[in-house]
């Protein structure tokens, strides 16, 4: 069964740094979006993409934050500069469309920021 | 805006009992959409149902069951005869209105299942 691959899975990085995550979605799936999950709470969207364009970036940090998807196809979620308080999974997810559609979801990428 | 209540933070049972996970949601459009997910402790979440405001139908899935009801605005999850396999948190989510793409979770039921 095809899957959502993401990488890496686990990553400690120092306060200031960058940070990057990447994230391959299931073939065929035009929506991709990235969700951060911070300890003890339910996921929440940072960016949503539509093929390569963004829909939805109201909860990404922008000063700090970045995300793009070019060939509308995997993507890339950077940090930096990475603070503390980023501490979290990021997990990456798709669908076939946007609309009521079941987001698959991969594995998480799980950052310490020390 | 859309809201999504999982009021148990955590619930523990001994195996074989069954169990039901409440799910509470707000919202202001007449179509939408609700989930249910699971994460183990790997980190995964996993699509275990997706049901439409229209079809109010309760679902049956093995051990699994789902009971929707929009008058209460709830859409509940039962685990019959659970097992230690079942340990994991469960989350409720909700997508509709301009972004129907976007899924708003609840923050989630740590089940323990106990031998």
Known sequence: EAEVAQSPRYKITEKSQA????????S?????????????????LLVQFQD??????????????????????????????????????YLCASSRWATGNTIYFGE???LTVV | ?????????????VEKEDVTLDCVYETRDTTYYLFWYKQPP???????????SFDEQNE?????????QKSTSSFNFTITASQVVDSAVYFC?????????KSTFGDGTTLTVKP
């Open chain 1, 19 to 26: 940070v990057a995550f990447w994230c391959d979605p299931i």
């Open chain 1, 28 to 44: 065929g799936h035009a929506t991709l979006y990235w969700y951060r999950q911070i300890l003890g709470q339910g996921p929440e």
């Open chain 1, 52 to 89: 390569e364009s963004v829909v939805d970036d109201s909860q990404l940090p922008k000063d700090r934050f970045s995300a793009e998807r070019l060939k509308g196809v995997d993507s890339t979620l950077k940090i930096q500069p990475a603070e503390l308080g980023d501490s979290a999974m």
């Open chain 1, 108 to 110: 998480g990428s799980w």
């Open chain 2, 1 to 13: 805006a859309q809201k999504v209540t999982q009021a148990q933070t955590e619930i523990s049972v």
């Open chain 2, 42 to 52: 790997s980190g995964e979440l996993v699509f275990l149902i997706r049901r439409n």
């Open chain 2, 60 to 68: 049956i899935s093995g051990r699994y069951s789902w009971n929707f």
């Open chain 2, 93 to 101: 989510a909700l997508s509709g209105g301009t972004n129907a793409g």
